[in-house]
């Protein structure tokens, strides 16, 4: 089983628009360094794995990539592929997509890889890649635990406590890097080349935090349901 640490996957499709709505985009400075880095122009071949209605693919399509995405959830998938008829659209996890072999040079998984069965999946990128390919994994976590504590930020960590202690969902925190770093290089298919946290500001409106965290109400409450 993949771990889990975060809500039923299934959910953010069910509210397909109101997460797109929510859903925060990444900041300037990640799309800058993939560029300085080396891994991300024009021209780069990319497959996104757990796409979603596409955060991570706009603007690696606007930076001149070829994108193809790996999407489970048919609503999001949707979005993204209205959104960016360029992109090459699979309806289908990470765990089942067939990918043919050495046909791009860069995967890239936003905020999806808790989702993923690692065993399965990262074999499956190693041979997709072309040799000297690259993998980039990361994850917006809320909250930054050296700022100050406001009522607000206390009551969105009870919510994502509860969220996190749900049963079966076990694996590294959204701010354990370290862990996550050995997790994806344990198997010898991938060697770190780069980790870097960022830390950033966005500021959402009410409708945007509540559109943010609907989907995991959702979620707790069927949990229950008979
Ligand atoms: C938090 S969303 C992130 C979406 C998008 N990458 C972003 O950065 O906003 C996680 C996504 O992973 C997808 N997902 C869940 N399990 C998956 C799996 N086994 N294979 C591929 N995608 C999966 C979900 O459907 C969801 O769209």
């Given amino acids: 089983m993949p771990d889990r640490t975060g809500p039923d996957p299934r959910h953010s499709n069910a509210h397909a628009a109101v997460y797109d709505r929510g859903r925060p985009p990444y900041p300037q400075v990640l799309w800058d360094r993939l560029g300085e880095l080396g891994v991300l122009s024009a021209g780069t071949r990319v497959v996104e794995l757990g796409a979603g209605s596409g955060q991570a693919t ?68 190693h041979r997709t890649l072309v040799l000297g390919g690259h993998l980039a994994v990361w994850r917006t976590a809320f909250g930054n635990p050296a700022a100050p504590v406001t009522a607000f930020r206390e009551r969105v960590s009870q919510i994502v406590a509860r969220r996190t202690q749900a049963p079966g969902r076990a694996g590294p925190g959204e701010t354990d890097t370290a862990s996550w770093v050995r997790r994806l290089t344990a198997s010898g298919h991938f060697v770190t080349a780069h980790v870097e946290e960022f830390a950033w500001t966005i500021e959402l409106t009410t409708a945007q935090v509540r559109d943010l965290f609907t989907p995991l109400i959702v979620m707790r409450r069927s949990a229950g349901a008979r």
């Fill in 58 to 125: 706009g603007p690696m399509v606007s930076a001149g990539a070829t994108v193809t995405a790996v999407e489970p959830g048919p609503a999001l998938a949707a979005l993204l592929q209205e959104r960016w008829p360029e992109v090459t659209v699979h309806v289908g996890t990470a765990e089942a997509v067939e990918l043919p072999d050495a046909a791009f040079d860069l995967a890239v998984v936003a905020t999806a890889v808790h989702w993923f069965d690692l065993p399965v999946v990262l074999p499956k990128l």
